[in-house]
C-alpha cells in the first residue's frame, strides 16, 4: 500500500488558532487515523486567507510536499473570511470549484470542512456561503463537512468563540469540529473502517 499524504489548506482554523493544546481540528483527526499506517498530514495555513487567495496558492504549496510514490489527498479547510472581503457568493462558489476541478485533473482526492460560525458576521451570509460551499462539492461528489448548521446554536461553540477573539474557537471548540470531520466521512475518505469513538 503506497504512503498517504494529506495537505489541509486554509486559513487560521486549519492551523488551531486559539487552541492552548495547538492540536486544532487536524491534529485532533490526525491522531484518531490509522495508527498502523498514519498519513502524513501536513497543514498549509495563511490567517485570514478570502478562497481568491487560496486558489492561487494551493497548487504551487502542495506540489512539493506531494511525491510520486505517495497517494495524494487535499484537504481544503474553509474560513469566513469571503465574507469580510466582501466577494460576492458566485466569486466565493467559482474559487471552491476551481480548487476541486483542478485537483481532480491532476487525481489529487479532495475532502471539503465547511466554514463553521463566527461572532462577528452576519448569521444568513454565513449560512448561505456555506450552502455554497456545500453545493460546489455536492455537484463533484467530493465529501462535505457541514460545520455551520451544528454549531451555529452549540452552547459550548459560542462559549468557546465568547471567551477568545470571536473568529477562533478554544480547546473544546476544536473538538467540536473535530468530532464533525471524524463522523462525516473521514475514514470513508480515506479508505478505513469508520470511527465509532
Do not use: K
Request: proline content about 7%; hydrophobic content about 45%.
Amino acid at each position: 500500500m503506497s504512503p498517504t499524504r494529506i495537505c489541509v489548506v486554509g486559513d487560521e482554523l486549519v492551523a488551531g488558532a486559539g487552541d492552548p493544546r495547538a492540536l486544532g481540528w487536524v491534529g485532533r483527526v490526525a491522531a484518531r487515523t490509522s495508527p498502523e499506517q498514519p498519513p502524513l498530514v501536513m497543514t498549509l495555513a495563511v490567517p485570514g486567507e478570502t478562497t481568491s487567495a487560496l486558489a492561487a496558492r494551493w497548487e504551487a504549496e502542495t506540489r512539493s510536499r506531494f511525491s510520486a510514490d505517495a497517494e495524494r489527498r487535499l484537504v481544503v479547510g474553509l474560513g469566513r473570511a469571503d465574507l469580510a472581503a466582501g466577494l460576492s457568493s458566485a466569486r466565493s462558489r467559482l474559487n471552491l470549484a476551481n480548487v476541486l476541478d483542478a485537483a481532480e485533473q491532476q487525481g489529487i482526492s479532495t475532502f471539503v470542512v465547511g466554514p463553521p460560525p463566527g461572532a462577528h458576521e452576519d448569521p444568513d451570509r454565513q449560512a448561505e456561503l456555506s450552502a455554497v460551499f456545500a453545493d460546489v462539492a455536492r455537484r463533484r461528489a467530493v465529501p462535505y463537512v457541514e460545520t455551520y448548521a451544528p454549531l451555529a446554536q452549540h452552547e459550548q461553540w459560542a462559549a468557546d468563540l465568547a471567551a477568545g477573539d470571536g473568529r477562533t474557537p478554544g480547546q473544546a471548540g476544536y473538538g467540536l469540529m473535530a468530532w464533525l470531520v471524524l463522523h462525516g466521512g473521514w475514514h470513508r475518505w480515506l479508505g478505513l473502517p469508520d470511527d465509532e469513538g
